[in-house]
């Protein structure tokens, strides 16, 4: 297989503002093409990576790559990467056009180049009838094509995209979302995606980064983000969990036995999710979404726990219901109707082995 | 009863309010009229001799060849130099702002008088004479504070991402400075350069402290009501006053008009104001 | 423009030059700030310190070889001559007054502009208003010696509705003056206080209407409080616009309405040995007219502040 250079590398990069570390020893890369997301809550540090990649906010330590460049130290109008704002900061006093062409005329391209490249942009964002238009007089969808056009144009190594939809009602960003993903893979750019809307980033990405307190808690695809979190808060995060506190009792190659409101348990040992690999003994804690609960005939090597109905909440096809266990841990369960409770409430449900995640307890969120 | 005084009381009081405003004015438009050489009411016969002839007053239209490059000197320094300060006082917040705001408006605050007679000995510390440049620096120091004050509004409504957008696109300081910030400050240096036109213009107290044997408009006419004045008066006056009042609401109506313009995008850019 | 500097980079000097700025906001302070602050320095600060350092010298310009003799002569000067302090007394005293009346000629004005006249009006009304501010002072005045001069406006048409006994002198004493004055402090009143004005919300005036207060109890309790800070602005700007004016005194005004001001600006006019002692009323007319000003706010600032 060849090495190609990667799009993006950030290494040990450290961002301080005083005492407080917004980027606490970042080291990603990004293959070149990849559609990465980096998600997290305000205040993760996920923006501010973003900025320092583009070189607006200076690094405090550590490296910055673009297209195998050091551009640590260089200011952003060297960089080879665009940004689009969630504010598009599409430039009020220029036309459509000369805003998607901005990037090529600092690029110092000849004039009917530019013009082509214009051109091929509004080709590209379906809005080639408002190129001599004034941003003032374009709707926000239609400003948020502009602003991806103005960033694509020039051609950047990798386009970094600070939360662009943010600022749209939830019919048109997922409109765009399509968009904007079928624009990434026709063009086959390296998008940088910034967002705290994890639906979005599961529904956009190839990759997914989970930002917390300026470090990145766990780099995967969507599907293994969601099905096998490292950490309570990347479960927490990116959909409904629940965490249930247990034991491991025993652990070899193939399987870990463990205990679960006194019961035994045994699961395969590659359920093991989090990074930091527990002993036989530690308390650990056991991730499992609300739909992999069910009611009703316990299949061969599930776990049966009991637990009393809080509340319940009829939703058509579904039902939800509320449960605590007898140990005490609230429950949350998402599935068909039947199997009701009984009369005072009591209710078996379980769960397959293969549905549950195995996180260390330290890391409870 | 307050019905009454809402509906009938207070826009009474403020037509009699703009009637006194206008009056003496209209009075002085009529006074241009009378053929006669001496000002007096009623006017009996007219002529608009008066009229006619200010436009070929030798030491007038000096004069107002004086005021207008006063004028377009003192404003040309008030922008050069109140635009830079206007992005110096941007770039810092809390009780470094407020105490730069304070001696960058002193001047507004001392009386004006003082003002213009601590600069005519101050310039005559290097040298400087009285004279049509002391003036225009009497005028550039006193709407230097208005330039700023205009531009730190404009500069507050925009965004930061805006000039980041420019560089992350390739534009170094100076083409961002020219081809982003000047073109959307626009608007409120055309308000300033006006406003700072209009301000020399009318200023008498500068001009007379500062100036020399070319007087500026309002300064000759001082000169010349001290001994009495004639119907002339009143119709270089009103000629002035005409195209004053004509260049102050163009103004008016030009930035208002912008303002509006752009309110789409700015709102747009608002949305995100804190984000 | 953009052709040029991008033109510009293929010299290292400017590309240097632009990394410089982009990388380190110091060097783009510097940039932005060098030409602001000595202008601060040069032409806000430096003149009145001068003047402050001049008022205590013996006699300046310093002859030919001579050192500075510092010297209280001329703030004695202030106390010991009646005429100085008199003229002084006058214009707070005069600039008190007009200020008091500027505010209660114009509140009603702002109140209908922004308050009584229909929301889209607002704008052409204010425009209206302003409209003759732009003209000189010099002009107004003379627009008023128009109007009250012995065969002026005001003297014809009481002889037109009957009145034969000889022409009022109305030009040149305190009346005219205070006209003038009004015509020329009005625009100053008018702006803060319609911008404080408009802000009060209308469901306020509503609400207190609908719990029963009387218009003069809303006035007192409501408008008066919300409208304070324009009130202090509009005071401020009018009273030290007063106590600078020059022209005016000396063309509405009569012989006995010297004001200080006009006195500081006559010594000036004198040899330029008379400079100290124009400095030292300079210097103590702005402290004075800081000092009454700052007291003022003070006062009436003292309640608690409004909540936003």
Known sequence: MAETTPAIETRNVIKSFGSVRAIDDVSLTVESGIFLTLLGPSGCGKSTLLRSIAGFSPVTSGTIMVGGRDVTHQPPHLRPVNMVFQDYALFPHMSVRRNIGFGCEMKAMPKPEIEKRVDAMLDLIR????????????????????????????????????EPLGALDLKLRIELQHELKSIQRSTGKTFVFVTHDQDEAMSMSDLVAVMKDGRIEQLDTPQAIYARPATAFVAGFVGAANLIPARLAQLDADNALITVEGRDWQVPASRITTSHMPSAGDAITLMIRPEDVALGQAPEGALTLTGKVADQTFLGGRIHMGCETAGGTKIMIETRPGGMPDADGAIDFHFRPDAVAILSHSEKA | ??????????????????????????????????????????????????????????????????????????????????????????????????????????????????????????????????GIMAVAFGHAVSSVPFVVVMLLTRLNSMSTNLTDAARDLGADDFIVFFRIVLPYLAPALFGAFMFCMLLSFEDFTRSFFLGSFDPTFPVLLFAKLRFGFDPGLAAISTLVLIVTIALGLYAERFSRRRKLGNQGQVTAIGDNGNG | MTAFFIWARRFAAYRALTELLARSPGARLFATALLPVAWILLANLAPLVQMLVISFYESYPLAEGTSAELTLRHYMAFIERPLYLSAFARSFIFATIVTALTLVVMFPVAYYIAKGAPRQRRVRLLLLVISPFWISEIIRSFAWMLMLSNRGAVNSFLSFIGYSGPPLDLLYNNVSLTIGVLYLTSLYMLLPLYSALEKIDDNLLEAAADLGATAPRRFMRIILPLARDGIVTGCTLTFLLIVGLYAMPLLLGGPSNTLFATIIGQVFGRAGDSWPLGSAFSIILIVAALAYVGIFMTIVQKRPRRQG
């Open chain 1, 127 to 162: 809005l080639p009838a408002v190129g001599h238009r004034e941003p003032g007089e374009l709707s926000g969808g239609q400003r948020q094509r502009v602003a991806l056009a103005r960033a694509l144009a020039p051609d950047p190594v990798s386009l970094l995209l600070d």
């Open chain 2, 1 to 130: 009863m307050i019905k009454l005084i809402g509906r009938i009381a207070l826009p009474t009081y403020f037509w009699i309010f703009v009637a006194w405003l206008f009056l003496p004015l209209a009075v002085m438009a009529a006074m241009g009229f009378r053929d006669s050489n001496f000002v007096a009411f009623p006017i009996q016969s007219w002529t608009t001799d008066w009229y006619r002839s200010v436009l070929t007053d030798r030491e007038m239209s000096a004069s107002l060849w004086v005021s207008l490059q006063v004028a377009l000197i003192s404003t040309a320094m008030g922008l050069v130099i109140g635009t830079p300060m206007a992005f110096m006082v941007a770039r810092f917040t809390g009780a470094i702002r407020a105490l730069l705001i304070a001696v960058i408006v002193l001047p507004a605050f001392i009386p004006i008088v003082v003002a213009s007679i601590s600069l005519r000995m101050f310039i005559g510390n290097f040298g400087f004479s009285t």
